[in-house]
Structures are given as C-alpha cells and as structure tokens.
C-alpha cells in the first residue's frame, strides 16, 4: 500500500468533483471548488475521522469494500478506480510487464505493408515496428534501446514548448503521462518505470506539471497529424490495441480514411519506402 500516493490521489480527486456532480447543495462559500472531506465521507458511508486519516497518509488498510464506496463517491472513471485499488494494495489484477512480442503479432505489423504499426510496453518503451512505422518515426533500427522511448522524445525534446502550443500535440502528451499514471499504479514495483519517472520529473517541468495532476487514462483512439518532408501533411487515427494475452503491450497503428489525401500520401510513402 502506498499511503503518500493515495493521500494524494484522494485529494486530487476530491478537489475535482462539485456538489452539483452528486446531487449535494452548494452550501455557502467554499475555499476550494471540489467537494468537503466530510461530504466525500457521507457519500461514502464512512466517519469523516476514517477519510481524514485516508487523506493524511495515516490510514488503516482500505478494504474493497471502502474502495468501491470511495470510488462512487467520488465519480472515478473505470482507469481511475483500478489506479485506487493499485494504490491502496488491492489491486484488481496482478500482472507483470512482459517484453517479448509474440510471433504472430510480429507477422501482423509485417503484413501491414501500408499502414505504419508498431508494439508499444508500459513503460512507452517500442518493443517492435515494420517499415512504414521507421518511415514516420525515423531510424529506430540505429537506436539504442533506452532511446525507443516515446516519452523521451516528447519531453526531451528541445520543441517541447512549441509541442505544446499545438492542441493536438499537446493532448497527446497528456494523455500519455496519464497513461504512464496508471502504468505506475498497475506496477508499482517497476524500476525501470520508477527510473523514467524521476529522469522525467528532473529534466522536464513539463512533465512535472502534468504528473502533478494525477490523472489516470488509459491511452486509446486518438487522432494524429504527421508531418513528413516527402509527403506532406498526413491525418491518421491512431488506434491503440491490447496485444492478445499481453496486457500490458499494445499495438499503435496509423490508419487513415480510405480515398482519403492522407490515405494517398501513406501509399506514397510507401512507394518512396521501397524504392530507398
């Protein structure tokens, strides 16, 4: 059980929701926007004393039952209820991070000769990729593997400023330090995620901001512009899919609308990709 994490994921969340979020009255003046401890409390069905001392990192071992209270009470979505039950040492499964990507998946993303397609691990470290996906990424082949880490690039890289001016660049920033959240809590044990925490938390304030927040999300859908020097503009969807039986990798694939420009540019890319 991590009690300074949860003490703060408690707060965090709390401070979110309103009274109009659950039905509750606004009250008077509030020094803060969220919800009371002892509103949090009532909606659980718990004495506030038990929540202050949840809160202040001094409480006893939560039980499912509390968990599953807190968790209504404080409107958690389903990634947000399983980060609480992670920190609070009951977790609702117990994996482990694998990093061998099974053969089928490799002839999978191999198949995929127009669509870039690569296998991403917990930790945003890239475990696999075809062709198209080095064409749009650059050569992973040459890189060492520390440097196949997507959240490296974005918050190592000296644009990062200009990355987050953009609305779309930026929310893919925030939706992976969400998704690492939730990576953090499902292993806890995980140096090496702890490792590229704290490298990140160092070297980057932007990072650091957006840790602060405590939002837990598991990455999924998201739209995706490419801009690449031989193409040109290039609009995808960026489908992230569980690989079967290995939870914790997913596979990334760019896809785009048949007939599409953008979906002509891919096939151009790929025509460039086997003629280089």
Same mark, same amino acid.
């Given at each position: 059980m991590n009690r300074d994490e949860l003490a703060e994921f408690l707060r965090v969340c709390r401070a +979110? /929701?309103?009274p109009a979020d659950v039905g509750l009255p606004a009250g008077g003046t509030r020094r803060t926007p969220g919800l009371r401890r002892q509103e949090v409390a009532q909606l659980a069905g718990m004495s506030i004393d038990y929540y202050i001392r949840l809160e202040q990192? #001094?409480?006893p071992h939560p039980s #499912?039952?509390?968990l599953n209270a807190l968790s209504r009470a404080l409107v958690l979505g389903q990634d947000e209820r399983a980060h609480l039950f992670h920190l609070a040492g009951q977790p609702?499964? #117990?994996? =482990?991070? &694998? %990093?061998d990507v099974p053969q089928s998946m490799l002839h999978l993303i191999a198949f995929l000769d127009e669509v870039p397609a690569y296998v991403l691990d917990a930790r945003y470290d890239l475990r696999a990729w075809n062709p198209m996906a080095t064409t749009i990424m650059g050569n992973l082949d040459g890189l060492a593997p520390e440097q196949r880490n997507v959240l490296r690039w974005i918050f190592m890289s000296p644009d990062i400023g200009? @990355?987050?001016d953009d609305e779309e660049k930026g929310a893919f920033a925030r939706a992976s330090v969400a998704?690492? #959240?939730a990576a953090a809590g499902r292993y806890p044990d995980d140096r090496r995620i702890q490792a590229l925490v704290a490298e990140l938390l160092a070297l980057s304030p932007e990072f650091a901001e957006l840790?602060? &927040? @405590? %939002? /837990? &999300?598991v =990455? +999924? %859908?998201q739209r995706k512009r490419i801009h690449h020097p031989v193409v040109g503009t290039i609009d995808t969807i960026c489908q992230v899919m569980p690989v079967p039986d290995r939870d914790d990798l997913r596979l990334v694939l760019y896809t785009t609308e048949p007939g599409s420009p953008s979906h002509r540019a891919l096939r151009e890319l790929r025509q460039y990709t086997l003629s280089s």
């Open positions: +979110r /929701v309103t990192g #001094r409480g #499912r039952q509390v609702l499964d #117990r994996p =482990r991070i &694998r %990093e200009k @990355h987050f998704d690492l #959240r840790w602060a &927040r @405590h %939002e /837990v &999300r =990455r +999924r %859908e």
